[in-house]
């Protein structure tokens, strides 16, 4: 199964659309979740003409995005348990709020967003996968989204490019 995994569109305010190469693998994803901070329902409809979409609440988006989405999600996919979660709080890094956040369960993975920073890492077992921001890289040197790959394994890797135009 193929899962395009994204956070931070921040649109429109970042961005007009979708960027090309993002749009490209949404072409043949069997799903999308995206980590929160979408801004408007608008993205939601973008994606969803695509595939099935799955999300989380940040903290900027909309009332429609609030009701329709919660703070927090576990999805079983395959054998896996994969959790949600956008990663803002008062207290801890943005990593720790989002381990925090899932103490309670039994996650294989956590994947949140808020920082724009891309992060993939083993924590206490738990694959962490921060895909980055397709819009909106702040200091990053490149925009990012996030791959997950679920069959007998889970796998994930971030695709990077340069320009969110072409």
């Given amino acids: 199964m193929k899962i395009i995994v994204i956070s931070d569109t921040h649109m429109p ?7 090309a190469r993002l749009v490209e ?14 801004q408007t329902m608008d993205v939601y409809e973008e994606l969803a003409q695509y595939a099935k979409v799955e999300g989380v609440t940040g903290n ?11 703070e927090k999600l576990i999805l079983p996919i395959g054998n896996y348990k994969i959790g949600v979660f956008h990663g803002h709080g008062q ?4 990593e720790k709020r989002a381990l925090a956040a899932f103490k309670e369960d039994v996650v294989d993975c956590i994947i949140f ?7 993939l890492k083993k924590v206490n077992d738990i694959l962490l996968f921060n895909p980055g ?3 909106d890289k702040r200091r990053q040197a490149n925009f990012s989204y996030g791959l997950l790959r679920i069959g ?12 969110k135009h072409h």
């Fill in 13 to 19: 305010k970042k961005a007009k659309k979708l960027p």
């Fill in 25 to 38: 693998d949404l072409q043949n994803t069997d799903l999308i979740i995206h980590a929160g901070d979408w």
């Fill in 60 to 70: 900027v988006d909309d009332l429609e995005i609030q009701q329709r989405f919660g």
């Fill in 91 to 94: 207290k801890l890094t943005t």
């Fill in 113 to 119: 967003g808020h920082s724009h920073i891309p992060v």
């Fill in 133 to 135: 921001s397709a819009t």
């Fill in 152 to 163: 007998k394994t889970l796998a994930a890797e971030h695709i990077f490019y340069a320009d």
